[in-house]
């Protein structure tokens, strides 16, 4: 007896043995092999012609019958209830995953579709989603009762898809296989050891010490989430795939609440075509689908029929009314002359059901009709009587006997409480209220002295990796509850238990939201109006601040965690000025537990810059780092990660863009610095724009190609040096009375002068014309903008287009005055000035030349020093980039004054415009900045070191990440 969810591909052949269970869940059956295959224990080769190995019926675990004794790994038909603290998976878009195995079947992913968690590598085939284990990484888990010297952290063991030459930290041998799921290894630190040696581990290497990162890993302990039923994915912005990832015929239902339903989560039958035609029918719909596809999977399926033995019959199984609604089935294959009870733990085992059998039955679903009364079969013997239709395989239903059922055991866990044991059962019947419940629960975990009141009881769900939760009101019947979710699910009603809380949230009261997209430079009043236009009195926010005006974002606080999430669920979906407003839920670092030599590094990436190389960045860093330091810049920006980490005295930040990116971060730590305990954190760069100037300078690199391994960049991080970078602001006054809007990221005074701070270099003229160009052609069609190459190719066209034009800025040098420092400078015949703070322009180009023995002093970025150069044409400036020649030497100083009597191009840091005549002066800013500088040294891995900071297997695509051993 097997389930079509696969037990062998075909290379295996049943012993009739009995059964052997173990304490672990599995369901193990003598098998004999047609082909060699690995124990997924101990990797070794089965060997032998018959009775070679054991192979468990439910997981396809596969063993030596000598490895049976030392198994650690739970069967996944048990693991969702060995989970002390489940956290939902964060599901990215299906896709094909190739050399990785499922973590629910044990099979090769291969060119079937399938998802793996973007914070884990946990990875399944689609139709196993709904045996998926809730066991993501915990990444927040500050708990108020405890100081920082009381804390430790757990591995955060995933099992398989190990890096190649992965070995045991026990004993030292291989603990990974290219040929089976085996192994363990932690998310975090990267240590990897055999199932059956983690129990021997040594106890000082049972903590997590996050390995070589731990001097910018942000402690799980040091973070707190509010207690809601809120995924992580709201707060860690992941763009994951709808929920119905199993959508193969959305044909939309009812359910008794009136929700829609669709396949959709619970999807894992082998027979779509049929289960998509009986509900087409059902509901009077012409099958509207390709009939050239239909007969195709029709055809599949009657081959599937044709290849089983005569003696054998496949029998669609529904798990509850709601499967069954759904059409939601797995299929079984059985002798015809099963027994009724063989018949029955079929069906539990195909949906892992772990319960005594007497509590369950089997009705036949084709015999349910024309009002007939819903029988359980009685037959002893039933496969061969049960109803069949045309076309269509015989189709059961398992059931809970719950009108028989009126006592029965909930398990109880202890969620954030002081107690001794961190869960209990407690017998309930259909008389016992939650209430109750709550008072039985208090006096076993040794805490009566608390009054009842101050504690709830919340029923938690674990269903297909995800997780949900709902608190029972103290009239409420905890086992009707449970009782009706059997009746609903069988499977479901197992993944169900309990959760005793204090009703106060212990994080404390301050939930915040951060809420974005509004129209910016309003004052507090009116963004509270608007705000109070979507929320009533009862889910009104008790404070709002800060306010960045000029971003038109703000956060809001909350005094309840409950209100909290009601204000959220209403404020998401709502729009202003036909305008979605965008709302996170933002995490709270604690700083008295980050330890003293950790400084956490705030992540910021830049998803659109460099292709699709800001998308496999992040991924990568939510696996290597808590997720919780990770954001992204096309989810509100650097504002929400820069106000949770605004009580952390000492912190790094890692910027993964381009030079406009930088500057955006830079700007946006100038506006939060004075509610910030550190106001200059030292910024590291990943380049993935085109030009990377800065990037250049700091020894970052031209740009990031992708076969860097993300490790390496993390500790770069680590080992980068501070050193100063001076800021200039550019201030820009037109005669005209006529000012245009302010442009970008400018500010606005009284008297309409535009004020920016420039970082890299500021140019007018020629230089600020093709950039100019180059926008335009950019923000006409982003889409084609998506490489390095392709920028670079288009900016060639257009400096080639301004070379056989017409010259705008054609002796610029009459139509300009320049003032340093005090005296005027008479300027030479140019189409353009550069004004330089870093000696990277024009992606790489050093527009300033080598050093020459003259009366200019040798540049760099922390001199408060200015280079002012000029540019004598097309030709001159495709020069300078090729590095055929240097620009002309103008001027050194710090205070520059410019006097414009036409309208000109300019640019500040890549962000052009057409400027009217007038006034520009440029200063020293006030403003400071401390940038990382990539050190020159190179690396030596130790394999100590090295076995600490083992890879994440794939970072890049399908390609392996490099093997740091």
């Known amino acids: 007896m097997a389930s079509d969810s696969g037990r062998g591909d075909g290379v295996v052949r049943t012993i009739k043995t009995t059964t052997i269970h173990d304490n672990h869940g599995h369901s193990f059956t003598k098998k004999t092999f047609t082909r060699p295959i690995n124990c997924h224990h101990c990797t070794e080769y089965l060997w032998g012609f018959i009775n070679t190995g054991f192979l468990c019926e439910v997981c396809n675990f596969l063993v030596h019958e000598k490895c049976l004794k030392t198994i650690a790994n739970p069967c996944v038909g048990v693991a969702a209830t060995l989970v002390k603290n489940p956290v939902a998976h964060c599901w990215t878009e299906e896709k094909s995953i190739k050399g990785k195995f499922c973590n629910v079947c044990r099979k090769k992913m291969q060119e079937v579709p399938g998802s793996r968690c973007e914070v884990c590598d946990y990875f399944i085939h689609e139709h196993c989603q709904e045996f998926a284990v809730p066991n993501c990484v915990e990444g927040a888990t500050y708990d108020p009762w405890k100081a920082l010297p009381d804390v430790t952290t757990s591995h955060n063991y995933r099992e398989g898809n190990l890096p190649p030459n992965s070995k045991c930290a026990k004993c030292r041998k291989a603990c990974w296989s290219p040929d089976c799921l085996t192994g363990m290894r932690c998310c975090w630190c990267g240590l990897t050891v055999h199932s059956s040696c983690m129990a021997t581990v040594p106890e000082e290497m049972q903590v997590c010490r996050f390995g070589c990162l731990e001097p910018i890993f942000l402690p799980p302990t040091a973070v707190s989430i509010p207690r809601t039923q809120i995924s992580q ?33 619970d999807w894992s039958s082998t027979g779509a075509a049929e289960a998509s035609r009986e509900m087409e029918e059902q509901m009077g719909i012409k099958n509207r689908r390709d009939e050239k596809d239909f007969n195709k999977l029709k055809d599949k399926e009657k081959q599937k029929e044709k290849e089983r033995e005569s003696d054998e019959e496949a029998i669609k199984v529904y798990d509850g009314y709601n499967s069954l609604r759904k059409r939601l ?74 009108n028989e059922n009126d006592y029965g055991v909930i398990k109880v866990w202890a969620r954030k409480l002081r107690v001794a044991t961190p869960s209990l059962t407690i017998p309930v019947s259909s008389s016992i209220t939650t209430e109750q419940v709550i008072g039985e629960a208090l006096a076993r975990f040794r805490l009566e002295v608390e009054p009842v009141e101050k504690f709830q009881l919340v029923k938690v769900t674990l269903e297909s990796g995800r997780v949900t939760e709902s608190v029972l009101n103290n009239g409420d019947i905890p086992w009707e509850v449970l009782k009706r979710r059997g009746f609903e699910s069988v499977r479901l009603m197992e993944l169900t ?147 949770v980490f605004r009580k952390i005295e000492k912190y790094k930040i890692l910027v993964c863009g381009g030079d406009g990116t930088v500057g955006w971060v830079l700007q946006c730590l100038d506006n939060v610095g004075q509610d910030s305990q550190c106001s200059n954190p ?284």
């Open 233 to 265: 994915v709201n707060f860690i912005g992941v763009k994951t795939k709808e929920s119905n990832i199993h959508n193969l015929y959305s044909l939309p239902h009812r359910s008794d609440d009136g929700k829609n339903l669709a396949i959709s989560d």
């Open 682 to 965: 030292p910024c590291a760069i990943v380049p993935l724009g085109t030009g990377n100037d800065l990037a250049r300078v700091l020894r970052w690199g031209p740009g990031y190609g992708g076969d860097e391994d993300p490790l390496s960049l993390l500790r770069d991080v680590i080992d980068a040096e501070e050193i100063r970078l001076d800021r200039w602001t550019v201030v820009f006054r037109p005669i005209s009375e006529d000012t245009p809007d302010a442009i970008g990221s400018a500010q606005m005074n009284e008297d309409n002068a535009q004020i920016f701070v420039m970082n890299n270099y500021f140019g007018l003229g020629l230089d600020a014309d093709l950039c100019l160009d180059f926008h335009n052609a950019r923000e006409e069609k982003p889409e084609k903008f998506n490489s390095r190459l392709h920028n670079k190719g288009v900016y060639v066209k257009v400096s080639l287009r301004k070379m056989l034009g017409r010259r705008m800025c054609k002796d610029l040098h009459k139509e300009i005055k320049l003032e340093v420092d005090g005296k005027h400078i008479e300027l030479p015949p140019i189409e353009g000035i550069i004004i330089l703070n870093i000696m990277s322009w024009g992606s790489g180009a050093n527009a300033w030349g080598p050093e020459k023995d003259e009366k200019f002093t040798k540049p760099n970025h922390w001199d408060g020093m200015l280079e002012v150069v000029g540019v004598q044409g097309v030709v001159h400036l495709g020069q300078i980039q090729s590095g055929l020649r240097a620009a002309i030497r103008i001027v050194q100083g710090s205070h520059i004054k410019i006097h414009m009597n036409c309208d000109v191009p300019v640019q500040v840091d890549g962000e052009p415009w057409i400027q009217p005549a007038g006034d520009i002066v440029v200063l020293k800013s006030a403003l400071k900045a401390t940038m990382l500088k990539k050190s020159k040294m190179k690396r030596r891995n130790t394999e100590r070191e090295s076995a600490s900071c083992v890879s994440h297997g794939s970072f890049n695509g399908s390609k392996d990440s490099k093997d740091l051993y």
């Open 329 to 402: 089935f797995r299929t079984i294959t059985v002798s015809k002359n099963a027994s009724k009870d063989e018949l029955l733990r079929a069906s539990m085992t195909a949906f892992v059901v772990t319960q005594e059998s007497q509590n369950f039955y089997l009705l036949d679903v084709y015999a349910v009709c024309d009002g007939d009364r819903e029988e359980e079969i009685q037959d002893p013997y039933p496969v061969q009587r049960l109803v069949r239709k045309e076309g269509r395989r015989p189709a059961i239903l398992l059931g809970l006997r719950d």
């Open 497 to 643: 238990r309990f959760y005793l809380q204090l009703k106060e949230d212990p994080h404390g009261p301050n939930v915040a939201l951060f809420v974005g997209n509004l129209p910016p430079n309003l004052n507090e009043k009116q963004y509270e109006t608007i705000l109070l236009d979507y929320l009533d009195d009862e889910n009104k926010f008790s404070s709002i601040g800060p306010i960045y005006y000029e971003y038109g974002s703000m956060v809001i606080t909350f005094d309840s965690s409950n209100v909290a999430v009601i204000a959220y669920e209403i404020l998401k979906n709502r729009l202003f000025d036909d305008k979605k407003l965008l709302v996170i839920m933002l995490p709270t670092v604690e700083p008295s537990m980050v330890p003293l030599r950790v400084l956490p590094l705030l992540i910021f990436v830049n998803v659109k810059s460099g292709g699709c190389q800001g998308l496999e960045l992040i991924s990568s860093f939510r696996k290597l780092l808590n997720p919780y330091q990770v954001f992204d810049l096309s989810n509100g920006g650097p504002l929400p990660g820069l106000h």
